[in-house]
């Protein structure tokens, strides 16, 4: 699985044409913020704040066409539903390493 | 309810199907004035009609002034018991041949 | 419309997200309000009221099902579609989102083909429904201004169409507060002689319609019974007033009836209105009386039948008239109540006193809520000895009679205009002013004409009516009509009209005089008067209609007397 589904970046970037920028920043900028709060609540173990963060976080990458980036965050979100707090730190390291490999992939999609 | 109507020569036959009362009132005014102009005689057929209120009693004075007022010729026939009756009451026969 | 420009609300957490929409509805041309949670969501509705609102489910400070709750609230009947933009996949969820208010779901990755479609098809709707309320309210508005003319109408109908002397002892009725709208009229007053004149009116067509012939029937009612004219009369001119002023197909189905104490009958006239009872005081058989006319304001004045049947009716007997209301009135289930219901009521009474109340209870349980007295009009009529009524206040001298009593008049036609001009309307129209002449119209137009005949023809031209005896003496007889009417000069007939009230009623004395050369009538014996001498023809006929006839002068003088009866109680 490719990091960003590159046709419907293309499609975003019709939508967005001289903001596409923009949103890209805004959303490196807030999903940065809340990847380090979710750092913060694995650590207190509060399952209901996890899920707030991880369902928002799948939303906005879902919308910046990052599918794989996504799924991960879906994941969290069903783990912290059913209160399996276990199998969540991992998954978050798994979504800190996807997060960068996105930045460098919608770093480059300026050459596209 | 329903009015259609056919003619023959100069005769205009109109049939009356159901409660001839008010709702009929546009269907039946266009079959007279809608029919051709060398119509000097009219059948109204009650067969099918079960009913009939003071407004269809008022249609009718309509299309006898229509007809000519007093010189008109303007026939009800095939009228059931409480059509009749309401014609007796009123004494449309006065005006109109009914059978 | 998709071509109009609506302001959006987008309601999302998610700055990025918020990018995205905003940049695909600004492209579709509409303006964007932007809300980061469900408290800013509510404010910005009440604030600005967007047209289409977008709403993200979760949202921190007031998710997007309680905004939505709050906003459709606020929103009250206006129309304003929520979006719902979700990445929640459960039916059950979806479902709720719905209940609160939502009208629509968009996914994440938002796809602008998608939301640009849902927009439009939601903005359709918007500008449908603006147009179903614009028509509302202006239905509504409509609807109030009727309302109020039909309350005025109500008001002047009340006035007239149920006054009169209803609160009788010997009448029983019920009229609904709302007759107005079911054309009914129930009239009542007493005439000059005593005896009562009940009218009983049911107009075609509801409302406004009905209620504007009630007025001129009412009036007229009213004004002749207090003259004393007699029911015939009334019937004839409210019949040509109704119809005059109705269109045609509007009538007016009827029923008059004089009751007389003193004659201890009554006599009814029936137009288009079904069967009324009589129910004597010691039988049980209902008699029938039937319409036998056409409805009032159908037939010309000259086609016109004001023939009565007259009913013997004595004291404990009674007279039932309603309107078709009771017969044609319907339960939930539509069946007709029908006479054969009425019938029974009659056969199971046992207490005459309450059948009244009887009658109107069945009609009620029968129709049940939905028709409770709208349409039932009913009246019992009863007999009284003429001691127990009260003696009729009317204001008059001389007598019972109103109306000019006391009269002379003299009218005199000369040359000219003898020749040419008719005197007999004019006349008549005057004569017509006594009530109680106006029956005898008929009889006074031919005596008038045979004396006008007489006085111009015979007396001021000479001609002898011998001439019209043979074919070719007619054609002389004009010849030398015309030429003596070239040369009438001078001539002239004069008419005295002399009216005065006696003790049972008046006398009309007419006297004609003209310039022509008279007869010798003294030689003529009364006994042998034949057809065609000097005066005509009409002689025996003039003779038949009034009191006395004599000559004077040289016989160019007549004087004819009529006297009339102030008719009975």
Redesign the interface.
Same mark, same amino acid.
């Given at each position: 699985m490719s990091t960003l589904n590159i046709a419907q970046v293309q499609e975003l970037k019709e939508i967005m044409e001289d903001a596409f920028d923009d949103l890209v920043a805004t959303y490196v900028q807030d999903s940065e913020d809340k990847l380090k709060l979710l750092k913060k609540e694995v650590e207190n173990a509060d399952h209901q704040a996890i899920c707030m963060l991880a369902h928002s976080l799948k939303g906005s990458s879902l919308n910046i066409c990052a599918e794989n980036l996504a799924l991960i965050f879906k994941q969290i979100e069903d783990s912290s539903r059913i209160n399996d707090l276990s199998s969540i730190e991992p998954l978050r390291l798994q979504a800190m390493s996807e997060f960068d490999a996105v930045k460098v992939e919608l770093g480059s999609t300026n050459t596209l | 309810m329903s009015v259609n109507s056919t003619s023959n020569g100069n005769e205009l036959v109109i049939n009356i199907e159901g409660r001839f009362d008010f709702s009929a009132h546009q269907e039946f005014r266009d079959a007279y004035e809608k029919a051709e102009t060398n119509i000097n005689s009219y059948v109204i057929n009650m067969a099918k009609a079960l009913y009939l209120d003071?407004?269809a009693?008022?249609?009718l004075?309509?299309l006898r002034?229509h007809a000519g007022g007093?010189s008109a010729n303007v026939q009800i026939t095939k009228c059931n018991q409480d059509v009749k009756k309401i014609l007796t009451?009123?004494?449309?026969e006065?005006?109109f041949k009914i059978d | 419309m998709e071509g109009s420009s609506y302001t959006i609300l987008i309601a999302d957490d998610n700055m990025s997200d918020r990018m995205i929409l905003t940049a695909i509805v600004k492209k579709m041309g509409h303006t964007v309000l932007s809300a980061a949670d469900g408290l800013e969501a509510v404010q910005q509705y009440t604030e600005k009221k967007p047209d289409i609102i977008l709403l993200d489910v979760m949202m921190p400070n007031m998710n997007g099902l309680q905004a939505a709750i709050e906003i459709k609230k606020i929103a009250g009947e206006d129309m304003v579609p929520i979006i719902f933009l979700t990445s929640l996949q459960d039916a059950n969820d979806l479902a709720k989102c719905l209940e609160s208010g939502g009208d629509d779901f968009l996914s994440k990755p938002y796809n602008p083909i998608i939301l640009t479609a849902k927009i439009n098809a939601f903005s359709r709707m918007l500008t449908m429904h603006n147009i179903l309320q614009q028509q509302k309210n202006l239905i509504s508005k409509n609807a109030d201004h009727l309302l109020n003319e039909q309350q005025v109408a109500k008001a002047v109908y009340d006035n007239v169409a149920h006054s009169g002397c209803l609160d009788l002892p010997n009448l029983k009725f019920l009229l609904s507060p709302f007759s107005v709208f079911n054309g009914d009229v129930l009239l009542a007053a007493r005439r000059p002689s005593g005896s009562v004149h009940i009218l009983l009116g049911d107009f !075609?067509?509801h409302g406004l319609p009905a209620a504007i012939g009630a007025m001129p029937l009412a009036e007229i009612f009213y004004g002749m019974t207090a003259k004393g004219f007699l029911m015939e009369d009334i019937l004839r001119e409210i019949n040509s007033k109704l119809k005059t002023i109705l269109p045609?197909?509007?009538?007016c189905?009827a029923c008059m009836a004089t009751l007389s104490f003193r004659k201890k009958n009554i006599e009814v006239w029936m137009?288009?209105?079904?069967?009324y009872y009589v129910l004597r005081k010691d039988q049980d058989e209902v008699e029938h009386i039937v319409? !036998?006319?056409?409805?009032l304001g159908?037939l010309s004045s000259q086609?016109f039948d004001a023939t009565t049947q007259n009913i013997a009716f004595d004291v404990g007997d009674k007279f039932y008239m309603w309107s078709d209301g009771i017969v044609e009135s319907r339960n939930d289930d539509g069946d007709l109540f029908g006479e054969e219901r009425l019938k029974q009521i009659f056969y199971n009474n046992k207490n005459r006193e309450s059948l009244f109340d009887e009658i109107v209870s069945k009609v009620n349980d029968f129709t049940g809520e939905s028709g409770k007295d709208d349409d039932t009009t009913i009246l019992e009529v009863g007999m009284l000895e003429e001691s127990e009524l009260g003696k009729v206040n009317i204001d008059l001298s001389g007598g019972s009679v109103s109306g000019p009593t006391d009269w002379k008049m003299e009218y005199t036609l000369r040359g000219e205009t003898l020749k040419s001009f008719n005197p007999l309307p004019v006349m008549l129209n005057i004569l017509n002013d006594v009530p109680s002449l106006r029956r005898l119209s008929g009889q006074l137009y031919t005596l008038m004409s045979e004396l006008f005949s007489n006085a111009f023809e015979h007396g001021v031209l000479g001609l002898s009516s011998d001439l019209k005896s043979s074919t070719d003496g007619f054609a002389k007889y004009y010849q030398l009509r015309s030429e003596r009417m070239d040369n009438i000069g001078k001539h002239t007939v004069c008419f005295i009209f002399d009216h005065i009230p006696t003790k049972s009623g008046g006398q009309l004395t007419i006297k004609v005089i003209d310039t022509g050369k008279g007869f010798d009538y003294k030689s003529i014996k009364s006994s042998n008067f034949k057809a065609d001498t000097y005066c005509g023809r009409g002689i025996p006929l003039i003779r038949s209609i009034s009191e006395s006839l004599k000559y004077s002068g040289n016989g160019n003088t007549v004087e004819v007397v009529l006297a009339w009866q102030a008719e009975e109680a």
């Amino acid at each position: 699985m490719s990091t960003l589904n590159i046709a419907q970046v293309q499609e975003l970037k019709e939508i967005m044409e001289d903001a596409f920028d923009d949103l890209v920043a805004t959303y490196v900028q807030d999903s940065e913020d809340k990847l380090k709060l979710l750092k913060k609540e694995v650590e207190n173990a509060d399952h209901q704040a996890i899920c707030m963060l991880a369902h928002s976080l799948k939303g906005s990458s879902l919308n910046i066409c990052a599918e794989n980036l996504a799924l991960i965050f879906k994941q969290i979100e069903d783990s912290s539903r059913i209160n399996d707090l276990s199998s969540i730190e991992p998954l978050r390291l798994q979504a800190m390493s996807e997060f960068d490999a996105v930045k460098v992939e919608l770093g480059s999609t300026n050459t596209l | 309810m329903s009015v259609n109507s056919t003619s023959n020569g100069n005769e205009l036959v109109i049939n009356i199907e159901g409660r001839f009362d008010f709702s009929a009132h546009q269907e039946f005014r266009d079959a007279y004035e809608k029919a051709e102009t060398n119509i000097n005689s009219y059948v109204i057929n009650m067969a099918k009609a079960l009913y009939l209120d003071s407004s269809a009693l008022g249609m009718l004075l309509l299309l006898r002034d229509h007809a000519g007022g007093d010189s008109a010729n303007v026939q009800i026939t095939k009228c059931n018991q409480d059509v009749k009756k309401i014609l007796t009451i009123s004494n449309f026969e006065q005006l109109f041949k009914i059978d | 419309m998709e071509g109009s420009s609506y302001t959006i609300l987008i309601a999302d957490d998610n700055m990025s997200d918020r990018m995205i929409l905003t940049a695909i509805v600004k492209k579709m041309g509409h303006t964007v309000l932007s809300a980061a949670d469900g408290l800013e969501a509510v404010q910005q509705y009440t604030e600005k009221k967007p047209d289409i609102i977008l709403l993200d489910v979760m949202m921190p400070n007031m998710n997007g099902l309680q905004a939505a709750i709050e906003i459709k609230k606020i929103a009250g009947e206006d129309m304003v579609p929520i979006i719902f933009l979700t990445s929640l996949q459960d039916a059950n969820d979806l479902a709720k989102c719905l209940e609160s208010g939502g009208d629509d779901f968009l996914s994440k990755p938002y796809n602008p083909i998608i939301l640009t479609a849902k927009i439009n098809a939601f903005s359709r709707m918007l500008t449908m429904h603006n147009i179903l309320q614009q028509q509302k309210n202006l239905i509504s508005k409509n609807a109030d201004h009727l309302l109020n003319e039909q309350q005025v109408a109500k008001a002047v109908y009340d006035n007239v169409a149920h006054s009169g002397c209803l609160d009788l002892p010997n009448l029983k009725f019920l009229l609904s507060p709302f007759s107005v709208f079911n054309g009914d009229v129930l009239l009542a007053a007493r005439r000059p002689s005593g005896s009562v004149h009940i009218l009983l009116g049911d107009f !075609t067509g509801h409302g406004l319609p009905a209620a504007i012939g009630a007025m001129p029937l009412a009036e007229i009612f009213y004004g002749m019974t207090a003259k004393g004219f007699l029911m015939e009369d009334i019937l004839r001119e409210i019949n040509s007033k109704l119809k005059t002023i109705l269109p045609i197909g509007y009538f007016c189905c009827a029923c008059m009836a004089t009751l007389s104490f003193r004659k201890k009958n009554i006599e009814v006239w029936m137009g288009g209105l079904p069967d009324y009872y009589v129910l004597r005081k010691d039988q049980d058989e209902v008699e029938h009386i039937v319409s !036998t006319h056409l409805p009032l304001g159908v037939l010309s004045s000259q086609a016109f039948d004001a023939t009565t049947q007259n009913i013997a009716f004595d004291v404990g007997d009674k007279f039932y008239m309603w309107s078709d209301g009771i017969v044609e009135s319907r339960n939930d289930d539509g069946d007709l109540f029908g006479e054969e219901r009425l019938k029974q009521i009659f056969y199971n009474n046992k207490n005459r006193e309450s059948l009244f109340d009887e009658i109107v209870s069945k009609v009620n349980d029968f129709t049940g809520e939905s028709g409770k007295d709208d349409d039932t009009t009913i009246l019992e009529v009863g007999m009284l000895e003429e001691s127990e009524l009260g003696k009729v206040n009317i204001d008059l001298s001389g007598g019972s009679v109103s109306g000019p009593t006391d009269w002379k008049m003299e009218y005199t036609l000369r040359g000219e205009t003898l020749k040419s001009f008719n005197p007999l309307p004019v006349m008549l129209n005057i004569l017509n002013d006594v009530p109680s002449l106006r029956r005898l119209s008929g009889q006074l137009y031919t005596l008038m004409s045979e004396l006008f005949s007489n006085a111009f023809e015979h007396g001021v031209l000479g001609l002898s009516s011998d001439l019209k005896s043979s074919t070719d003496g007619f054609a002389k007889y004009y010849q030398l009509r015309s030429e003596r009417m070239d040369n009438i000069g001078k001539h002239t007939v004069c008419f005295i009209f002399d009216h005065i009230p006696t003790k049972s009623g008046g006398q009309l004395t007419i006297k004609v005089i003209d310039t022509g050369k008279g007869f010798d009538y003294k030689s003529i014996k009364s006994s042998n008067f034949k057809a065609d001498t000097y005066c005509g023809r009409g002689i025996p006929l003039i003779r038949s209609i009034s009191e006395s006839l004599k000559y004077s002068g040289n016989g160019n003088t007549v004087e004819v007397v009529l006297a009339w009866q102030a008719e009975e109680a």
